[in-house]
C-alpha cells in the first residue's frame, strides 16, 4: 500500500512540474514567435538587385572566357531565385519568375560548359529577354534589363586566370 501512495505521489508532483514547465515552454514559444515577426527579410526588390549584379558579371566572366566564374554567377543567381521562391511565396511576381526563367538559364548553364562564346552570347540575350518578358508580365515593363556595357564593379578582374 505505501508504495501505491508513493507513486501517487509521485505522479502528482511530476504532473504538477509538467503543467508549470509545458507554461514555461508555451511562453518561450510565443517569445521566439515575437523575435521571428521582427527578423529581417529582404524583399523582392532587394533579391532582383542582387540577380542584377550578378547578372552583370556574368556577362564579363563569359565575355572574357572565364568559365569556371560564368559557372559561378550562374550558381548565384541560382541560389538567389531558390531564396524568392522561400521568402517571397505571397508575390504574384514570384510564380511567373519561375515560368520565365528555367529554359534561360538552362541555356546559359549548356553555354558555360561547352565553354562556347557565340553560344553563351546568344544564350545570354535570352536570358536578358527573359528577363525583361517577366518584368512585363508583372507589370514592372518599365524596369529593362540590357546587356552591360561597364563592368558592375571596378574591383574585380573578369580575364581567366590560370
Known sequence: ??????????????????SSENTKTEKQVDSIKQQLTQVYTP???EFMSTIQLHHAKLWYAG?????????????????TVEAIKQYCTDRPETKLLVQYLPSAVNGV????????LQLFRE???L????CNDCHKAN????NVVTIPNAPPVSNQDFKKTN
Do not use: P, Y
Open 1 to 18: 500500500m505505501r508504495v501505491l501512495i508513493i507513486v501517487c505521489v509521485i505522479f502528482v508532483g511530476s504532473s504538477c512540474n509538467d
Open 43 to 45: 524583399g523582392l526588390g
Open 63 to 79: 565575355i572574357n572566357g572565364n568559365w569556371e566564374l560564368a559557372d559561378f554567377e550562374m550558381h548565384e543567381i541560382g541560389e
Open 109 to 116: 548553364n549548356q553555354a558555360i560548359q561547352q565553354k562556347n
Open 123 to 125: 544564350r545570354f540575350l
Open 127 to 130: 536570358l536578358t529577354n527573359s
Open 139 to 142: 507589370s514592372f515593363g518599365f
